[in-house]
């Protein structure tokens, strides 16, 4: 049965329910902006290939056989999911409605970069809903590559397939007992760091600190390793040590330990992106908007 009503034009179940409630072919077929021979042969021939009746012809005004009124109270209930489909459309097209789901590379990106991000598409966008994750940089790149978010916050990586907005450029800075000697130092080399016990982070900052290493010809030697900032602070006010992490992972509250930067520096370009081709939804596309506005 469903693959003979998938065969019915869907003339039919619309000309059904103005019947229903006009009681006339020819009124329903006026309607629906089409002739009345056109309309009877229409409903005749969906008789025909249902094998049932869908009008009592002899009574005036017409009525729908109980069959009929199957059909016409289908096609009422798939009519109304089409406007309710129709308005939520035209509400995600004018106010930017749905979800986008970003990625971060841990706290340091979700605190100091995404807010300014968020407020930005919030004030476009007010109905775009937003879901942040936080990982490390390289998962927050296989999360994107992977299809489960539609943005990354993720140290810049100049990918063929990624689309790149740059968004600010960070840089790696030592953390040092403020009662330690080289708190004075405005600046720290690879020999004054090795020259102390060596706190490791294994968060995100990993990799750029084993490059920093090996660009300065030195071989990184960990003497402690943590994963929570805290859990290095704490170290390093202890006088175990001294640790190398991102300049925007420092908190703003950070005592007895001294911030000192680096010397080669060496720069962390930070950027969002997205694979490159088409947006997953329109509140994706509205955001990237918002993002590329940034660069205006």
Same mark, same amino acid.
């Given at each position: ?15 059904? @329910? ?9 009124q +329903? ?33 017409? %009525?729908?056989?109980? %069959? ?24 995600i ?18 605190? #100091? ?10 004030q ?6 937003? %879901? ?6 390289e998962?927050?790149?296989?999360? &994107?590559?992977?299809?489960? @978010? ?11 397939d ?8 960070d840089?790696l800075? =030592? ?12 600046? &720290? ?19 750029l600190?084993r490059?920093w290493?090996?660009? /300065?010809?030195?071989s990184?030697?960990?003497? #402690?390793?943590?994963?929570?900032l ?22 703003? /509250? #950070? ?6 930067p ?10 969002? +992106?997205?694979?490159?081709? /088409?947006?997953?939804?329109? =509140? ?12 205006q």
């Amino acid at each position: 049965m469903i693959d003979e009503l998938n065969d019915i034009p869907a003339l039919v179940p619309k000309l059904l @329910v103005q019947l229903a409630s006009l009681g006339s072919i020819t009124q +329903a077929a006026t309607a629906l902006n089409v002739s009345q021979p056109a309309a009877s042969k229409a409903i005749r021939n969906a008789e025909i290939r249902l094998g049932v009746e869908l009008i009592r012809r002899d009574n005036r005004p017409l %009525e729908l056989t109980q %069959e009929g009124q199957l059909i016409a109270e289908y096609a009422k209930q798939q009519q109304e999911k089409e406007d309710a489909l129709i308005q939520q459309l035209r509400q995600i097209k004018k106010e930017g409605a749905g979800t986008i789901k970003i990625a971060s590379f841990g706290a340091s990106a979700s605190t #100091h970069i995404l807010p300014n991000f968020i407020q930005r598409i919030s004030q476009s966008s007010p109905n775009i809903k937003i %879901e942040i994750y936080e990982y490390t940089d390289e998962g927050a790149l296989s999360a &994107l590559r992977e299809g489960r @978010v539609d943005f990354a916050i993720i140290v810049d990586k100049q990918a063929l397939d990624l689309d790149i907005i740059p968004v600010m450029t960070d840089r790696l800075v =030592a953390l040092v007992n403020e009662n330690d000697t080289l708190s004075k130092q405005p600046t &720290l080399s690879v020999q004054e760091i090795m020259s102390r016990d060596f706190i490791l982070t294994k968060g995100g900052s990993e990799a750029l600190i084993r490059e920093w290493f090996y660009l /300065s010809n030195a071989s990184l030697k960990a003497k #402690h390793t943590a994963v929570q900032l805290t859990s290095i602070l704490a170290l390093i006010r202890a006088g175990l040590g001294i640790s190398i992490v991102a300049e925007l992972a420092v908190p703003d /509250s #950070h005592p007895n330990i001294k911030v000192i930067p680096l010397m080669p520096e060496h720069p962390r370009p930070i950027c969002v +992106a997205r694979k490159a081709g /088409s947006f997953s939804s329109h =509140a994706a596309k509205s955001a990237w908007r918002c993002f590329e506005a940034r660069l205006q």
